[in-house]
């Protein structure tokens, strides 16, 4: 796997047009696992550049996606089950899921916009799990080995609730798991929430944690948006390019 050597000073300096004094980044240089991760840190260093950003083509991946696989975690009640039904396109879960109270894990399989996406519903995370249901979601996490964690959040949620399920991913899953994992905001009116405010709203440090890797989908199965689907699935076939379909593990079972 290629890394990317990012160094925010000598960026800034051959950027004429932008005043030294406007911006700012975490370290004086920043490695990245992907193509993706730097756009998103450039994003953040020039908020008000709306230009696209192209990848040198030395750094194009020659890796073929022919499968896809995902875990999805989050707090009780987020919309998980009903998540996974939006992306793979049919009802493949119960209304209502895993409970955090089960130890059950299920996942099933689809075509999804040409690609084998099989996704994994979890019990709900919470300060009250037990430890069977950790242990549960651990052995499904292994034994799937997923490509990508898609950490469920509702619109609307308040800060304490998401920094609370980041307390819970990180007991369950360690440290590793930010680097696999997408932040994925669900809502089920019709009208669609304004993206960058919600995105304001998820807070810093949960956003810092996933590399700024954030999608919104409509999980109402009467309202279903196959362009955030699509978009999602693309994100993340893009992530597994670049990892060279490097899969996520837990290396410590609780």
């Known amino acids: ?25 975490r370290n004086d240089e920043e490695d990245f696992d992907d193509f993706e991760d730097a ?42 089950s009903s998540t996974g039904n939006a992306i793979l396109g049919r009802l493949a879960f119960s209304p209502g899921g895993p409970s955090s109270g089960t130890s059950s894990c299920c996942w099933q399989s689809e075509w999804v916009f040409g690609h084998q996406v099989t996704v994994a519903d979890t019990p709900g995370l919470s300060e009250t799990s037990s430890d069977a249901v950790k242990r549960d979601i651990s052995t499904c996490v292994n034994m799937l080995r997923p490509h990508a964690v898609l950490l469920v959040v509702r619109v609307g949620s308040s800060t304490v609730e998401d920094l609370a399920a980041v307390r819970q991913v990180e007991e369950v899953f360690g440290m590793d798991v930010w680097r696999y994992t997408r932040i994925l ?14 995105r304001r709203a998820t807070g810093p440090e949960l956003l810092f944690r996933v590399g700024y890797r954030y999608h919104v989908l409509n999980n109402n199965p009467d309202h279903w948006d196959g362009q955030q689907v699509y978009d ?18 837990i290396r410590n079972t609780i």
Request: glycine residues 6%; proline residues 6%; negative net charge.
């Open 39 to 80: 756009t998103n840190l450039v994003k953040c260093l020039w908020p008000g550049w709306r230009l696209p950003l192209e990848e040198e083509r030395s750094l194009l991946q020659r890796y073929t996606v022919s499968d896809i696989r995902l875990v999805l975690v989050g707090r009780p009640g987020v919309g998980k």
């Open 185 to 198: 905001c669900t809502y089920a009116n019709p009208a669609a929430p304004d993206i960058e405010t919600q």
């Open 1 to 25: 796997m290629e890394v990317l050597t990012f160094n925010a000073d000598r960026l800034r300096q051959n950027l004429s047009f932008c005043w030294p004094d406007e911006v700012t980044a």
């Open 232 to 249: 999602l699935v693309q994100a993340v076939a893009r992530m597994v390019m670049a990892k060279e379909g490097e899969v996520y593990s």
